[in-house]
Nanobody, 127 residues
Framework: QVQLVESGGGSVQAGGSLRLSCVAS????????LGWFRQAPGKEREFVAV????????SYADSVKDRFTVSRDNAKSTVYLQMNNLKPEDSAVYYC????????????????????WGQGTQVTVSS
């Protein structure tokens, strides 16, 4: 498994931007498909975005499409989530996750498909 550490969370006003980063340990980073999930208080953890092994394919939840962008730098073992035009409903703890699956199925991804998780970073958006 790979170890993941997120950073970049914080408090912003609605309409603002944040960039989350997630650094992974290990030398096989490029073999992992990476995802971002979030969990708001009292709610289940939900899919946000996913990026393929070389960054060529991405998929987003409808709620963040056209506002969030996921990217990765395999040389730095880092995955990013650029969040623009943030809304109060985006407030949550954001987690990055990794899976060694070798097949891309696009659309939404389940938390059960990911075996490695970071500790999470809090994002709070005020109106």
């Amino acid at each position: 498994q790979v170890q993941l550490v997120e950073s970049g969370g914080g408090s912003v006003q609605a309409g603002g931007s944040l960039r989350l980063s997630c650094v992974a340990s290990g030398r096989t980073f490029s073999r992992y498909l990476l995802g971002w999930f979030r969990q708001a208080p009292g709610k289940e953890r939900e899919f946000v975005a996913v990026i393929s092994w070389n960054g060529g394919r991405t998929s987003y939840a409808d709620s963040v499409k056209d506002r969030f962008t996921v990217s990765r730098d395999n040389a730095k073992s880092t995955v990013y989530l650029q969040m623009n035009n943030l809304k109060p409903e985006d407030s949550a703890v954001y987690y990055c996750a990794a899976t060694p699956v070798t097949r891309w199925h696009g659309s939404s991804w389940s938390i059960r498909e990911f075996g490695s998780w970071g500790q999470g970073t809090q994002v709070t958006v005020s109106s």
